[in-house]
C-alpha cells in the first residue's frame, strides 16, 4: 500500500462543476502540499499546509491531522484547470501520490 | 525576483557519458530539492540539500548519482555513467524554511540517454 493515496486517479467535469480530489496518507508529516503539472510538464505549488484550511481563488484545500486526510476543491471548474493534481506529504524527505488527471470539458 | 532555473532545459547523452544538472533557487532560499519523473510515471523525491550539506539523500540511488550544493553557485545533480533508464524528466525546488516551507519548482531538465 502507497504511503500517499489519491483519488480518483481519474476524473472527468463539465465546466462549471464543482470538484473534489482526496488525499490520505499514512505516515507522519511536517507539512502537505499539493501540486498542478500542466501537460507541458511544469509544476506548480497549488498550497501548502499543516492544519485547517487555505483558499486561493478558486482553489479551497483542507486538511484533517488526526484522520491523515486532505481534500483539493476546485468551484466552477473551467477547461484551464485541466490538469495532473498531485499530493505529496514532505519531512526531510517527499512522498508522492500517482495523482489525478483532471479534464474540464467546455 | 527570478524563479528557480534549472539548465540545460533538455540533454541528450549517449550511454557511459556524465549528465550534470544545475538548480539555481530563489533569492534568499537555501533549501533545495531534487525530484525524478521517470516517462510516464509519478514523482519520486532525490535528495534535499541545504547549503554545503546534505540532508536528506535517501532516494539517490546508491551508484552514479550524487548531489551538491555548495557555498557558492548553484545546486549540482551529476550522473556518472548514464544508461538508458536514466532517461527522465529531473525537477528541483527551492524553499525558504525546509520542510515546512512552501516549494517554488523549476521547469525541470530533461535528459534523454541514446
Known amino acids: 500500500k502507497n504511503e500517499v493515496e489519491q483519488s480518483p486517479q481519474n476524473l472527468t467535469a463539465q465546466e462549471g462543476e464543482f470538484i473534489t480530489i482526496n488525499c490520505s496518507y499514512s505516515v507522519g508529516i511536517s507539512a502537505l502540499h499539493w501540486l498542478q503539472q500542466h501537460p507541458g510538464g511544469g509544476i506548480v505549488s497549488l498550497f501548502m499546509l499543516s492544519s485547517g484550511k487555505k483558499k486561493h481563488g478558486r482553489l479551497i484545500a483542507t486538511i484533517n491531522i488526526q484522520e491523515k486526510h486532505s481534500s483539493l476543491h476546485i468551484t466552477a471548474s473551467h477547461p484551464r484547470d485541466s490538469a495532473v493534481y498531485i499530493c505529496a506529504v514532505s519531512n526531510n524527505d517527499m512522498r508522492f501520490g500517482a495523482g489525478t488527471r483532471l479534464t474540464v470539458k467546455p | 525576483n527570478a524563479g528557480v532555473m534549472q539548465n540545460p532545459r533538455h540533454l541528450v547523452r549517449r550511454r557511459g557519458q556524465e549528465a550534470r544538472l544545475r538548480c539555481s533557487p530563489m533569492?534568499?532560499?537555501?533549501?533545495v530539492y531534487w525530484y525524478r519523473q521517470l516517462p510516464e510515471e509519478g514523482l519520486k523525491f532525490m535528495v534535499y540539500l541545504q547549503k554545503e550539506n546534505i540532508i536528506d539523500e535517501s532516494g539517490m540511488p546508491k551508484e552514479r548519482f550524487s548531489a551538491e550544493f555548495p557555498k557558492e553557485g548553484p545546486s549540482i545533480l551529476r550522473i556518472q555513467q548514464v544508461v538508458r533508464g536514466d532517461s527522465a524528466a529531473y525537477f528541483c525546488?527551492?524553499?525558504?524554511?525546509?520542510?515546512?516551507?512552501?516549494?517554488?519548482f523549476g521547469e525541470g531538465s530533461r535528459l534523454t540517454v541514446l
Open positions: 525546488a527551492s524553499s525558504p524554511d525546509g520542510p515546512t516551507g512552501e516549494l517554488f
Open positions: 533569492k534568499g532560499h537555501s533549501h
